[in-house]
């Protein structure tokens, strides 16, 4: 079946913009992860949904961040006034179930600030 | 809190030759251990994961690892590399009572003919 999928897979902004990546999960995923992977790195944790329910974002890393899952399906990661740091990939990665599990991940969004 | 070590930044190898990626991990609860292998423009494929019972567990193309929990280390073994195993592999933990991942930084696998 279809897998995670996420866009745009590329995405330039001019420093203070607004952007916002979407994640489509697989169908019937109950969980949604969103982790952020600067270059040369691995992905480091976001936030994380169990249907609509944001139950952890302790790793977003500033207010500019925010993420939302409005009907436990597609899920939406906002950066407001993006800065160069913002600079990264954003992988989203979706399971099965609200136990701890495999995450099955999209290709990613590469977002670059200039 | 939980972190995972991957000394290895970049490893090249001769193709058919065996090569070893090192993934060591710190918790002080119980663990899941994930590898995954990032081809070029892709995304995070599930190599293989440890969820309990056999410490050796196996994926369809030949890699393998084993948990030790001694030695808190989750190393990704092959015997015989191709030029296709050319990719990024990332070691992850889950930890019990959470959710997320914690990955280590990666190591670069470069298959050489």
């Known amino acids: 079946g279809a897998g995670v999928s996420q866009s745009p897979r590329y995405k330039v902004a001019k420093r203070g913009q607004d952007v916002a990546l979407r994640c489509d999960p697989i169908?019937?995923?109950?969980?949604l992860f969103w982790y952020q992977q600067a270059l040369g790195q691995g992905p480091e944790f976001l936030t994380y949904?169990?249907?609509?329910?944001?139950?952890?974002k302790s790793g977003l890393p500033s207010d500019r961040f925010f993420a939302e899952r409005p009907e436990g399906s597609v899920s939406t990661l906002k950066i407001q006034r993006t800065q160069q740091e913002d600079s990264a990939v954003y992988l989203c990665?979706?399971?099965?179930?609200?136990?701890?599990?495999?995450?099955?991940f999209g290709p990613g969004t590469r977002l670059t600030v200039l | 809190a939980q972190s995972v070590t991957q000394l290895d930044s970049q490893v090249p190898v001769f193709e058919e030759a065996p090569v070893e990626l090192r993934c060591n991990y710190s918790?002080?609860?119980?663990?899941?251990l994930f590898w995954y292998v990032q081809y070029p423009n892709q995304g995070l494929q599930l190599l293989l994961k440890?969820?309990?019972?056999?410490?050796l567990v196996e994926s369809i193309n030949g890699f393998e690892a084993e948990f030790n929990k001694s030695q808190t280390s989750f190393h990704l073994r092959k015997p015989s590399v191709h030029i296709s195993d050319t990719a990024e592999y990332f070691c992850?933990?889950?930890?019990?009572?959470?959710?997320?991942?914690?990955f280590g930084t990666g190591t670069r696998l470069k298959v050489l003919a």
């Open positions: 440890y969820l309990s019972g056999s410490t």
């Open positions: 169908s019937g995923h109950v969980s």
């Open positions: 992850a933990v889950s930890a019990s009572g959470t959710y997320k991942y914690i």
């Open positions: 990665a979706s399971s099965p179930t609200r136990r701890r599990d495999t995450q099955y």
């Open positions: 918790s002080s609860v119980s663990v899941y």
């Open positions: 949904f169990q249907n609509e329910a944001q139950l952890d």
